[in-house]
């Protein structure tokens, strides 16, 4: 069974930094794609940033566009998502996911990937 584990969550101010790292239990040439969705209070779960090796894909979402990094430490075999510039809308249970057979087209909906990792919270005050 994968297992995804994050890290890096905490609570900061407007305009700090964050870094958070998933690490899969299996290699991350094993996945299609590795993705940070987040989920605020009260909202549903949205897509924040994926990376794919395989397809040589790379993207984040519109809302943290300029602010958020998503990039593969192989040495450690995780998946970090930097995050600068943080607003207290970036609050939230930030969630890894990843999946092996996931397609191009369905990379930036939650309903396509298998493997999720238990959560870490973020919250920015102002």
């Known amino acids: 069974q994968v297992k995804l584990v994050e890290s890096g969550g905490g609570s900061v101010r407007t305009g700090d930094s964050l870094r958070l790292s998933c690490e899969p239990s299996e290699r991350i040439r094993s996945f299609n794609a590795v993705a940070w969705f987040r989920e605020a209070l009260g909202k549903e779960r949205e897509f924040v940033a994926v990376?794919?090796?395989?397809?040589?894909?790379?993207r984040v979402a519109d809302s943290v566009k300029g602010r958020f990094t998503i990039s593969i430490d192989n040495a450690k075999n995780a998946v970090n998502l930097q995050m600068n510039s943080l607003k207290p809308e970036d609050t939230g249970i930030y969630y890894c996911?990843?999946?092996?057979?996931?397609?191009?087209?369905?990379?930036?909906?939650?309903?396509?990937?298998?493997?999720w990792g238990q959560g870490t919270q973020v919250t920015v005050s102002s």
């Open positions: 996911a990843a999946d092996r057979t996931i397609i191009l087209s369905s990379m930036f909906d939650a309903r396509y990937y298998d493997h």
């Open positions: 990376i794919s090796r395989s397809r040589g894909v790379t």
